[in-house]
Structures are given as structure tokens and as C-alpha cells.
């Protein structure tokens, strides 16, 4: 019998090396009593391995369209209808496979869902509608939510209240976005004040079988600047902390494309250009002095009538 106890003390002692036999498992609880039968005693103890490390997505960028008849007033406001595009920033080391997605507008009035959107990178929030989408390991990936937002009234809110005529567009970029952050906080104000202070939209994307992998709050009267990237540094920590904002530049971008498609007599204003004119001169490097010319106009065929890229 004192052979038996001196075994089962031994194998005590042995316990919490055998615990951190393996770094990736730990104990959790204190061992189990010893347990005699048939001339030999063990103690069992309760391993526990760590969950696996999530994967980590975060927002870039995110902007509001509007739909393509927007600029189509009705009655009921049925046309005054945006989607939701964000690029995502996987920061995980594995690839990630978004299968779905859902829209939510949170303490709004007024502002609520509306009918789907379908197309190419657009994540529905049930599977069978959706193509799923592969955000690579430390890569992003553009998509929208199929769910559609209605904002009553906005058309005429903005059409009083922001001089559309003095927004420029920078050109070649999907969406283009407009120049200025003064109009694109006039437009977060005016959606702040319309449809609620502490109205946010909340984004949630799913991977495998309706699995959540994130869920953003976005608010709707808070705009980003042009540069934004989806971080900022915390004043009192010194840390960069995630935060995904709306940058309605690229919503007033796409307005005014859409605009200068239904109202032929409205024109975007035109960006300030400056052109140089080269004078030969061997007194100056490359044997050119440049001085302020004559900007050539440039013969352009008639624009279509269609949706610019983005919009």
C-alpha cells in the first residue's frame, strides 16, 4: 500500500510538467483525485486547448452610392435609395471566404431598409443568394451589401441646403469622389440632422455556415476625409484604433456625375488647370525656360448618356 501512495505522489509531482508538456495546452481546474484500481493509480487532469485566433477584418474604406434614379424625383421617395461599398482589410495570416452579409440602420428615423441590389461583388444576407467572396491573407477586398438603404427627402434636403454648383470632382477615380471636405461634413451634417444624431449603420459579415466574423457600427453623420484609411491614433494612448467612416465625398461624387446626366443644363465645375508653355533656352537646364500659357482647347466627342464607373 505505501508502494501504491508513493507511485500516486510521483505522479502528483509529475502533473504540472506534464501540464506544460505541450506550450499550446494548459490545465484548467486542479487535478483530479487519485483514483485506485487493479494495483496502479493515475491522476487525471483536465487539459484545455487555447480557440483558435479569429481572423481579423477591418474597414478601409466605406462610402454610400446612390442608386440610379435617384435624381428622379417621385412622391413616395422610392428613388432616394443608397448602397453600402466597403473595402475590407484582412489582417489575418489565412485567406477568408465571406459568404454573406447583413445591413442594419440603428436609431434612425426615417431612414430605413429597402428592397435588394444584385450584382457582381455584392454579398446578400442569405447564402443561397450570394457568390461568396475571397478576402486573401493580409489583402483587402471591395464589396456591397445587398441591402439597400432609403433616405426620404434627402434629394431636396441636399439640393437646398449644399451649392452643388461649386463641388468639383476629382476625374479617374471608382467612385470619383468630390473635391473639398467642407461639402462632404455639410452632407453628414444635413443626413445627421434629417435622420437622427446617433443613427449608425450596423455591417455584419458571416463566413461559413452564417458564422459572424465581424460586426461594424458605422455612423451615418460622421464623415471621413479624403485620405482616411480606416485608423486613427487614439490622443490619450498613443494607439491606432480601427473606426470605419463614410466618406460622402464619393456619395456627392457620384450625385453630381448623376446629376449632369438627367439635367443636361447643369455642369460639374470644371477643376482650375494651368498651362505651361516651353521656350527654348540654352541658359536653362533640358535648354527650356517655362512660363504661363494659352491652355489649347481639346476637341471631345459627345459623352454618352451612361452611368459613370462606380455609380
Given at each position: ?11 502528483a ?24 484500481s ?94 461568396p ?43 470619383p ?9 455639410q ?26 466574423l ?17 485608423e486613427?491614433v487614439?490622443k490619450?494612448?498613443?494607439r ?21 446626366l438627367?439635367?443636361?443644363?447643369f ?5 482650375p488647370?494651368t ?9 536653362k ?15 471631345k ?11
Amino acid at each position: 500500500m505505501r508502494a501504491l501512495l508513493l507511485r500516486a505522489v510521483a505522479l502528483a509531482s509529475l502533473a504540472p510538467l506534464l501540464a506544460h508538456a505541450e506550450p499550446q495546452v494548459s490545465t484548467s481546474g486542479p487535478c483530479s483525485p487519485i483514483g485506485a484500481s487493479g494495483g496502479s493509480a493515475e491522476v487525471r487532469c483536465t487539459f484545455a486547448a487555447p480557440a483558435p485566433k479569429r481572423a481579423k477584418v477591418v474597414i478601409k474604406n466605406a462610402w454610400l452610392r446612390p442608386s440610379p434614379g435617384f435624381m428622379v424625383p417621385r412622391t413616395s421617395h422610392s428613388n432616394e435609395i443608397a448602397f453600402l461599398t466597403v473595402v475590407l482589410r484582412n489582417l489575418s495570416d489565412k485567406d477568408i471566404l465571406l459568404t454573406s452579409a447583413k445591413l442594419e440602420v440603428v436609431g434612425a428615423t426615417g431612414a430605413t431598409l429597402q428592397g435588394r441590389y444584385f450584382g457582381d461583388g455584392v454579398l446578400q444576407p442569405s447564402i443561397g443568394d450570394t457568390t461568396p467572396i475571397r478576402v486573401p491573407a493580409g489583402d483587402t477586398a471591395q464589396i456591397t451589401f445587398g441591402d439597400s438603404i432609403a433616405f426620404p427627402g434627402l434629394l431636396a434636403s441636399i439640393e437646398k441646403s449644399i451649392d452643388t454648383s461649386q463641388i468639383m470632382v476629382i476625374e479617374g477615380l471608382k467612385p470619383p469622389r468630390s473635391n473639398g471636405d467642407e461639402f462632404s461634413e455639410q452632407l453628414a451634417s444635413l443626413i445627421a440632422e434629417s435622420y437622427g444624431k446617433n443613427a449608425f449603420l450596423r455591417a455584419s459579415v458571416f463566413t461559413e455556415d452564417y458564422q459572424l466574423l465581424e460586426a461594424f457600427k458605422i455612423p451615418l453623420g460622421k464623415s471621413s476625409s479624403f485620405f482616411y484609411d480606416g485608423e486613427r491614433v487614439n490622443k490619450k494612448t498613443g494607439r491606432h484604433v480601427f473606426e470605419p467612416l463614410i466618406a460622402y465625398d464619393a456619395f456627392l461624387g457620384c450625385y453630381l456625375k448623376l446629376k449632369a446626366l438627367y439635367f443636361p443644363d447643369f455642369k460639374i465645375a470644371e477643376t482650375p488647370t494651368t498651362c505651361l508653355e516651353g521656350i527654348p533656352d540654352d541658359t536653362k537646364p533640358f535648354g527650356y525656360r517655362y512660363q504661363e500659357g494659352e491652355c489649347r482647347a481639346e476637341k471631345k466627342s459627345a459623352p454618352e448618356k451612361r452611368l459613370p464607373p462606380g455609380c
